[in-house]
């Protein structure tokens, strides 16, 4: 019987160096795309999977996510003399949402060590990790999309993204093969090995690990026994590679649209995107952009 994925877990104790100013003292995670933080993207992306106990790693200064979670009374006593019921709703269906747990990562020694702050709370159980600065727009959530495969297979299973040959130094990527059967999907692929940041002359392929994943509990000991990687950091992708030796791990070439909204430019374009995209404000916002002189 294969274990059902019952937690997901939100690495968010990154600096956020790509970003600065705007994260000397607002944590990442919390800059809004239109109204929305990040982390709220990618925690309804989880709850959408099916996915309801939410772990978030944060460090220092990032109490705002905590709050954000959390409920506010004066905001819901203030909105509720007023009458502003949309509002309310809004607010309190933030803090209805989830079931959270916070687990603190002290110094931010890279994802891997952050996941596995996460050990305590996930216990010897299958979980997924979403990194909320990948943000991904899909009819299906991308997190879906590796359960079904999870659930196939038992096996953990990553998100895979082309990237063009002058971006792949920025990823984890794969060197891995298609895997034919399974309803002849074609965007299935089973891992063979894989390598963090590599030269672009020496990536094993243009298929790069993104901010999903499914992890078997194996993933845990690992990342105990391996040295620190690329950037002095406990890298997840080489505790994946440990993982590589003794079972297998697959890859799905996931279906949608993903943004780094943890660069500035892909930050710009998911706000112009979903903004375009919303019921309320995208025609308005259409007509605005068609008339800047471009
Ligand atoms: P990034 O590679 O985007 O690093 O981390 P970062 O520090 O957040 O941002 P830059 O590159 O300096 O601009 C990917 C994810 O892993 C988390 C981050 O919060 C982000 O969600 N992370 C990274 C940690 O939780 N701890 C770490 O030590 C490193």
New binding site residues.
Partial sequence: MITKVRKAVF?????????LPATKAQP??MLPLVDKPLIQYGVEEAMHSGVQNIII?T?RGKSAIEDHFDVSFELEQLLESRNKKDLLATVRAVSDMINVAYVR?KE????G??VLRARELVGAEPFAVI???DVIDSDTPCLRQLLDVYEFYGASVVALLEVPKENISAYGVVDAERVGHNGGRDRLYRIRNMVEKPKANEAPSNLAII?RYVLTPEIFESLESIEPGSGG?LQLTDGLKHVLRSRPIYGYRFEGTRYDA?DKLGFLRATVEFALKRYDLGEEFRSYLKALPL
């Fill in positions: 690495p968010a104790a990154g600096l956020g160096t790509r970003f990442k995670e790693v460090g990562q931010a020694l890279g994802l060590h952050a990194l909320s600065d901010g950091e943890g």
